[in-house]
Structures are given as structure tokens and as C-alpha cells.
């Protein structure tokens, strides 16, 4: 599937951000403003990781000669670029960094949303609350500057994101909850609306990935996602009459009864995090874990393609299945695999292969079109209607989770490495590392 997706982009879209399969043409678009070729920045480690050598080599080729930075506006966004110990993304990886740190500017030193790299200037997105930064932006971010520390030795991009954490920490959330939208000037809440789907999602999630990457040594990090879970669990745990466990969005005290296809990233985050809570809580988190992943999957079996929905809803006796048309699309997400993947790594029950599987089936049969991957419009068609878009995530995303699930646990091990928002492996940072042990563990030893 990865090889077939590739090609495809190769063939009709190179250097343009994504492949539109059906006109066999490449699609620019503003997603990241100036910049071309996102699919082929996106595509690398998964090339490499599953030994489609001849492949990556030709994106790395790419990246060192053809991607240009100095003309982007706005930025990709965080983590699109697969940082390893190669010059010459490290190079590139730099440069980028360089040009992020203008948008800290701020009164609070909450970066702004979007920043023309050319000029240094930034500012919050258009349909964004009263100017405000988005908690998934600003918050997802420090994985990716921590290890930019690590690699150059200068500490500035660890203290811009460790500022941020400094004024979360700070100020006061309702009932223990992170709304989205924080202004960068005054640093308070805008709307009091709280999601673990988007706009919210990365932020929950890059706390315990902090806490893993840095050894679990990060105490603050592994604190503050904790007390940010059991307000999640107070407040929007939800268990519908069906017995399905789903996370509602929180507007101001009022539940809205839905759950986004992005909030599925959710099982595998409570899993990898189940380890390293209390003890006793252990099990709890592992189930809790499980019955979210659940339900994720009942979104895909109620559907016709097998696929789900971008969102569900548990209202007026309806449960995991979109009740609005503009909810029913689906854009070859990866979440729902990727808790696939961490609930197979964490448990080894086969019913996780099974479900993964599924899904590969139903890619194949309802989004595999002649040129490429397409999403598809009504996931509850049973002729389904393509967008024509193959996403850069799909192959950065959906193809990798899917390949791990498959693979050996030694292949990228959880023990070893630590994935981002968009599922680029960051190498676990090593406490006092003996020569045996090493600081950046590689794959080449476990091989794709």
C-alpha cells in the first residue's frame, strides 16, 4: 500500500504537497502555506523504516537539494520533519527551528498560530477566538524543540516550551480542565470549550510523551498529565445506555455528546500511560484504555465501508455513528489505528490485529482508487463518493501504524523510542548513557 501510494505521488504529484489520485495531479493548497513536497517530507522515515531503501533515498535526495524553507508562509506544521542525525536533515531541521522562534514574540510568550518564515512576522489564526492560540498548537510542541536542545546544545528551545508549561502550570483551569483557546497577549482563556479531539488532542498526549522521552525523568510533565487525565475522566468520560465509553466535549459546564475521529488517538495515549500512574491504577487505566478503543471501533463496524465517520455522536438513542452528513467523511485518519497499535503493543490480544486488518480491507476495497488512495465523502454510502486528496498523513500516519501493528515490538520499540503527534520517531533521551547503552538507539539492528 505505502509502495502503490508513493509511486503514485511520484509519478503525477512531485514536489507538490499531496497527489490528487483521481485527476492524477499534485495538490498545493495553503495547509502549509509556501511550502512544496510535504508528502515527501512526511513519507520519509516510513520509507525507511520498511526498507523501501531505493524510495527514500530519492525523498532524501529531495529534501537536501530541491526543499526550500526561506520562502514558507505559514509554517508546516510541528513535526513534519523527521529529525535524525543525517547532515542533511539536521541541517534543514535547524533552519526551520531558527525560523519558528519569532513567533514566541508575545507579551506571555505563547507563540502566535502562523508565522511567515521569510520575515520573521506572526500572527493568530483568522477563525481563532479573539485572536487566541490553539491549545494543540502551542501545547504540541515539545517533544520536537526539546530534541532540537538535544541536537545543537542550545538550550533556547527547550526554555521557549518549557515557558509555555511554566504559565499552564500557572493559571487557573475550570474544574481542572485546559480549554482551547488561550490569548498570547494576556495569557487567560478565551472560550472555556474543551476537547481531547481537535484543537485540544496533541497537548494531553505530548505530556506523557515528555515524561517517556526524557527517561521519565520529567516529573512536572508526568504530574500534570495525570491531574489533566482524572479531569478528563470527571468530566468528560461518558458511558453511553449501550455500554460504549467516549470522551464528550465540554462547552462551558455543557456536554456535547460527540466524539471526533481525532479523539481516537486517545486509547493508545491512556495505554502508554497506564504503566507509569499509580500502580494500583494500572489496571484502571488499561481498561479505560480498551473500552475508548472500543468504541473507536464500533464507529468503524456501524458503518457501510467499515470506516468511520470524522464524528460521532451519543444523543437521541444514536450511538457511535454520525447523525450530521457533515460529520460522515472520512479522510484516511490514522487514530483509530494508531491506538490499534499501542493497545497490541501494551496487551498482545489478537483482537487488535483483527481490528487493524479490517480496516486494511476496507481501505483497500472503498478509498484504493487507480492512481493512489482517495478519503472517501459518507462513509455510510455503500458507493462511496472519493475527495480525490491523498493525504500526506496517510503515509506519514495510517501506513506506519498499520505496518507496526504488524510488525515485531522490536521494530521501533516503545522502550526505545517515542512518537510524535505525527508519528515521526523521536529517540528516547537517555539519563548518565553508558557506552553499551547509547544515546539515540537505532533500527537498523532489528531491520524492517
Request: net charge negative.
Amino acid at each position: 500500500m505505502m509502495k502503490f501510494a508513493w509511486d503514485n505521488y511520484r509519478r503525477y504529484a512531485w514536489g507538490k504537497n499531496e497527489l490528487q489520485p483521481l485527476t492524477r495531479n499534485g495538490h498545493t493548497g495553503s495547509m502549509f502555506g509556501g511550502l512544496r513536497g510535504a508528502s515527501i517530507v512526511d513519507s520519509l522515515d516510513t520509507l525507511y523504516i520498511m526498507g523501501l531503501n531505493e524510495e527514500y533515498e530519492e525523498a532524501k535526495e529531495w529534501v537536501e537539494t530541491v526543499l526550500d524553507m526561506s520562502t514558507v508562509s505559514p509554517p508546516p506544521p510541528p513535526g513534519t520533519l523527521f529529525l535524525s542525525p543525517l547532515q542533511v536533515f539536521k541541517r534543514k531541521v535547524l533552519e526551520l527551528g531558527d525560523k519558528l522562534l519569532p513567533a514566541f514574540n508575545t507579551p506571555t510568550g505563547i507563540p502566535r498560530g502562523v508565522i511567515n518564515l521569510g520575515s520573521g512576522t506572526s500572527w493568530s489564526w483568522g477563525w481563532a477566538s479573539a485572536g487566541s492560540s490553539i491549545l494543540a498548537e502551542f501545547g504540541t510542541l515539545h517533544l520536537e524543540f526539546v530534541h532540537l536542545s538535544e541536537l545543537t546544545g542550545n538550550p533556547v528551545f527547550t526554555e521557549k516550551v518549557m515557558n509555555i508549561r511554566k504559565l499552564l502550570n500557572k493559571i487557573e483551569k475550570p474544574h481542572g480542565l485546559y480549554p482551547n483557546f488561550l490569548s498570547p497577549a494576556t495569557g487567560n482563556w478565551v472560550q472555556h470549550h474543551v476537547s481531547v479531539g481537535g484543537l485540544g488532542d496533541s497537548f494531553y498526549e505530548y505530556l506523557i510523551k515528555s515524561y517517556l522521552m526524557s527517561d521519565k525523568q520529567d516529573e512536572e510533565a508526568k504530574k500534570m498529565y495525570y491531574s489533566a487525565l482524572e479531569a478528563i475522566e470527571s468530566n468528560l468520560v461518558q458511558k453511553s445506555p449501550g455500554g460504549l465509553t467516549y470522551l464528550a466535549e465540554w462547552r462551558g459546564g455543557i456536554l456535547d455528546h460527540k466524539m471526533g475521529h481525532l479523539a481516537c488517538f486517545s486509547g493508545g495515549m491512556v495505554a502508554i500511560g497506564a504503566d507509569d500512574g499509580q500502580p494500583e491504577k494500572r489496571q484502571h487505566y488499561l481498561d479505560l484504555a480498551a473500552e475508548i478503543t472500543h468504541t473507536c471501533h464500533e464507529s468503524y463496524k456501524r458503518s457501510a465501508t467499515k470506516l468511520g465517520p470524522e464524528a460521532f455522536r451519543f444523543d437521541g438513542g444514536t450511538e457511535a455513528t454520525a447523525t450530521r452528513l457533515s460529520d460522515r467523511y472520512y479522510i484516511l485518519r490514522p487514530e483509530v489505528v494508531e491506538s490499534y497499535m499501542y493497545m497490541w503493543r501494551m496487551t498482545h490480544d489478537p483482537k487488535y490485529r483483527q481490528w487493524g486488518w479490517e480496516a486494511v480491507e476496507a481501505l483497500e476495497q472503498h478509498c484504493r482508487v487507480e492512481s493512489g488512495f482517495s478519503g472517501i465523502r459518507d462513509v455510510y454510502a455503500t458507493t462511496p463518493s472519493h475527495d480525490n486528496m491523498q493525504q500526506s498523513f496517510f503515509l506519514a500516519e495510517t501506513l506506519k501504524y498499520l505496518y507496526l501493528l504488524f510488525s515485531d515490538d522490536d521494530l521501533l520499540s516503545l522502550d526505545d523510542w517515542v512518537f510524535n503527534t505525527e508519528a515521526h520517531p523521536l529517540p528516547i533521551i537517555r539519563q548518565n548513557c553508558s557506552p553499551e547503552r547509547g544515546g539515540a538507539p537505532g533500527i537498523e539492528a532489528t531491520g524492517p
